[in-house]
């Protein structure tokens, strides 16, 4: 770091008081927090103040882009917006009986009004163990 | 005198190299201005003006006259920003670089006294304001990085980048910037510049973590750290710029320009 005297030498030798040059003020970097002036002044909000005229015509891009874009929600593929209601329905139908067709399959025991802990139970202790003993191992 | 900073490509250090030209020269000195013609709009940055201070040349549209009142004062040294503009400022002061007379009168008007010097930080690649600038230049300074991007552009720098208006006589010369021999390639580009360009260029500058450092206390490497390699080779590259400027004869001594080179 350069002493007080040698800056003062420079200032001098570089012919500061010469310009007849407008100041801005007192130079940034005697105003720092971390020693760094320029994370100082960015951390202090320092903006500038914008430069179009409010008469000024805005120039706007051709493609706008939503600031706060939504989350791309599932889109449906185009088509008849009735017909895809009604393959859902059937899509969701056969869902719920191909799962109960499985769990009557695996567990002919497990009805639909078995709890799904219980049923996670027996999947979890396997076939020909009891409810007991899984109950000891943990 | 007028010194323009040019370069092919961008990121290799124009800018930093261009104020430090301008502190190292106004250090002996000279009555200096560094010109900012690039939209980042950063060279001001190296000078301590605020950040939030927003006027320059294209703020508000081209100036109609004199160009001086838009000058400002920073570490010693005039510097004229090129402002925050838009877009259509940009585009405005782009359209006057290209109108006969502009820039010179400009030009003429801060040069008006004595031994001035003016640093003209041009943007990267070609532009309006290299192509104006390039003609009026005393000497032309290329920065280039010893990258296998900047060799590529080797070839082009004589034919097609600078306009062709530029004065036969005038001088350029390159100078290689952030050098870091420890690396291989790097090393390897450096050497093959330094045999191949032997003539044009000007100064070898070391990469050095004082630069950045300087960068971001808006302050010269000279003063951040005046014994740091960057110092050193800065104040080469100012003295060898200068020596050149005058023909060959030793340029004026300053003591923070270093004792080597």
New interface residues.
């Given amino acids: 770091?350069?002493s007080y005297h040698?800056?003062e030498r420079?200032?001098r030798?570089?012919?500061?008081a010469?310009?007849?040059?407008?100041?801005?003020?007192a130079?940034?970097?005697e105003h720092?927090e971390t020693?760094?002036?320029?994370?100082d002044?960015?951390a202090a909000g320092?903006?500038?103040?914008p430069?179009?005229p409010s008469s000024?015509?805005v120039?706007k891009p051709s493609i706008q882009v939503p600031v706060e874009a939504a989350e791309p929600a599932d889109t449906p593929p185009p088509g008849d917006e009735q017909a895809q209601d009604a393959a859902l329905e059937r899509f969701a139908s056969l869902l719920q009986a191909r799962h109960r067709r499985e769990v009557e399959h695996d567990h002919p025991e497990a009805g639909d009004e078995q709890s799904l802990k219980q049923l996670l139970r027996r999947i979890a202790v396997g076939p020909g163990e009891t409810n007991e003993s899984w109950s000891t191992q943990c | 005198m007028l010194i323009a900073v040019a370069s092919p490509k961008g990121g290799v250090g124009k800018t930093t190299c261009a104020a430090h030209l301008a502190?190292g020269i106004?250090?002996?000195?000279y009555?200096?201005i560094a010109v900012d013609f690039d939209p980042q709009n950063s060279l001001r940055?190296h000078f301590?003006?605020?950040?939030?201070?927003?006027s320059g040349l294209a703020?508000?549209g081209p100036p109609a006259g004199a160009w001086?009142?838009r000058?400002?004062?920073?570490?010693?040294?005039?510097?004229l920003p090129y402002?925050?503009?838009?877009?259509?400022?940009r585009r405005e002061l782009d359209q006057a670089l290209q109108t006969p007379g502009f820039l010179a009168s400009g030009l003429r008007g801060l040069a008006e006294e004595p031994n001035t010097v003016l640093v003209v930080d041009l943007p990267p690649g070609p532009s309006p304001a290299l192509d104006a600038v390039s003609v009026l230049a005393d000497l032309r300074l290329t920065l280039l990085l010893a990258d296998s991007a900047s060799v590529s552009l080797l070839p082009g720098l004589h034919d097609g980048f600078y306009p062709p208006g530029v004065a036969p006589g005038s001088l350029h010369r390159l100078v290689l910037n952030q050098v870091d021999i420890r690396r291989r390639l790097n090393r390897e580009i450096t050497e093959f510049l330094q045999a191949q360009y032997r003539d044009s260029l000007l100064a070898t500058l070391h990469r050095d973590e004082a630069v950045p450092e300087a960068?971001?206390?808006?302050?010269s490497v000279?003063?951040?750290a005046?014994s740091s390699r960057a110092a050193r080779d800065l104040g080469m590259l100012c003295r060898r710029t200068l020596a050149l400027l005058n023909g060959g004869e030793s340029a004026r001594y300053?003591p923070?320009w270093g004792h080597n080179g």
């Fill in positions: 770091m350069n040698e800056i420079f200032q030798k570089a012919g500061q010469d310009f007849p040059f407008r100041h801005t003020g130079p940034a970097f720092r020693g760094w002036s320029l994370i002044q960015v320092v903006s500038v103040s430069s179009t000024a015509p120039f | 502190y106004a250090a002996a000195g009555r200096t940055l301590g003006i605020p950040l939030g201070e927003a703020r508000g001086l009142p000058v400002l004062s920073g570490g010693g040294v005039g510097v402002g925050a503009a838009d877009g259509a400022q960068a971001a206390r808006q302050i000279l003063e951040h005046e300053s923070l």
